[in-house]
Every structure is written in structure tokens, then in C-alpha cells.
């Protein structure tokens, strides 16, 4: 069974305080892995595609890599406008996105 | 560029009514899917729309229904609604319906089933 799971379910960090969300997954060939941003009450926001192991992507503050098994989201050097809740999500056997539940991430000055 | 827009933003109904929610897709995108978020998990996939026609769909009853229009604006249509429907509905459109390319969501409809 496909299955995506994100940890830690919440992080706490002070500004500048660098740290790694996980997302694991398995799912039978894998076609996609995305990272998504949400704030409260809004939509996710797109912010990465993987596609193979080994692939690494970076935006401002925050780079995402993948392995066979899992994908680790790096925040740098965070500010309180990185606060938002972090959603990875994987395209499953019947070719549609399956979200993790997220890692609500709350940075303090 | 106008990004996905959904209506309306918040909606209050009764067990065992009927809603409908509206999705307008970004110009140029002929997918649009349809996500059910309840609070703290990430979204469920209830069903995808291509060109006017359904293109898969998640674990979800009949009475989740849907349209697409020639236009690519899209409604979900919920019957007897249940406590459970209560949720954040998502729309996501993309240029494509190849499950790897890129979704952009919509700011969601709060739904409250009393």
C-alpha cells in the first residue's frame, strides 16, 4: 500500500536555527515527489518537483533532497516568515498526488 | 496571469443538504482536480477532471460528484451532506493531467456541515 508519512507533525525553532523535516514514502516507482507550502486557511503553495535519487533542489532558505526511500527538507538559517506547515506529497500507483500530513513548522524571533 | 480562484469562501450547511463549490483554473490549464483537507492532515484526492471528462478518482461515495465545464472551470457537488464533510475543499489546476506535473491549488472552501 502506498503510504506517505512526514516527520515530526510539529517544529519549533528560533530564528536562524537550521533544521530537516523527513518525508518517507513507498510507493512502487516512484514518479514525483513535490513539497508544498500552506498557510493558515490558504491553499499550498508549490515549491519543489524530485524526480530521482540524488536530486536536490533550492529555494532562497530551503532545499529539498531525495533518496530511494525519502525525501529531507532543509531550512537554513529560518525567519519567522518560513512559519507555515510543510506538506510532501508523492504521484501513487494509481498515478495521483497522495499528500503526507504535514509538519507545522512555527519559527520564533 | 489570474491564479486558480474557488467560490464561495466559506459555506454553513445542514446534514443531509446539498452544496455545490466552483472552481475557476488558471488560464491556459485544461485539469482540474479536487482535494479534501480536514483540519491538521494533508489533502485526500477525491477526483480529477481532462478536457470535460473524469480522469480518476480517490476513495470517495457517489455522492461526490463533479463537472468541468468547455471553459476548464470546474464544480464539486456533494449530496447528503454528512457531519464528516466538514473540511477544507481544494481545487488544483495544471496544463496537463500527467500526475508529475505541477498543481496549483486554489485558497480553498471552508465547509461546515452542522
Known amino acids: 500500500e502506498d503510504q506517505v508519512t512526514q516527520s515530526p507533525e510539529a517544529l519549533r525553532l528560533q530564528e536562524g536555527e537550521s533544521s530537516s523535516l523527513n518525508c518517507s514514502y513507498t510507493?512502487?516507482?516512484?514518479?514525483?515527489l513535490f513539497w508544498y507550502r500552506q498557510d493558515p486557511g490558504k491553499g499550498p503553495e508549490f515549491l519543489f518537483t524530485l524526480y530521482s535519487a540524488g536530486e536536490e533542489k533550492e529555494k532562497e532558505r530551503l532545499k529539498a533532497t531525495l533518496t530511494k526511500k525519502e525525501s529531507f527538507l532543509h531550512i537554513t538559517a529560518p525567519k519567522p516568515e518560513d512559519s507555515a506547515t510543510y506538506l510532501c506529497a508523492v504521484v501513487d500507483s494509481w498515478g495521483k498526488l497522495q499528500f503526507g500530513a504535514g509538519t507545522q513548522v512555527v519559527v520564533t524571533p | 496571469e489570474t491564479g486558480v480562484t474557488q467560490s464561495p469562501t466559506h459555506l454553513i450547511k445542514t446534514r443531509g443538504q446539498q452544496v455545490t463549490l466552483r472552481c475557476s483554473s488558471q488560464s491556459g490549464h485544461n485539469t482540474v482536480s479536487w482535494y479534501q483537507q480536514a483540519l491538521g492532515q494533508g489533502p485526500q484526492f477525491i477526483f480529477q477532471?481532462?478536457?470535460?471528462?473524469?480522469?480518476g478518482r480517490g476513495n470517495f461515495p457517489p455522492r461526490f460528484s463533479g463537472l468541468q465545464f468547455p471553459n476548464y472551470s470546474s464544480e464539486l457537488n456533494v449530496n447528503a451532506l454528512e457531519l464528516d464533510d466538514s473540511a477544507l475543499y481544494l481545487c488544483a489546476s495544471s496544463l496537463e493531467s500527467s500526475p508529475d506535473t505541477e498543481q496549483f491549488f486554489g485558497p480553498g472552501t471552508r465547509l461546515t456541515v452542522l
Open positions: 510507493v512502487s516507482g516512484l514518479r514525483g
Open positions: 477532471y481532462y478536457r470535460e471528462e473524469e480522469n
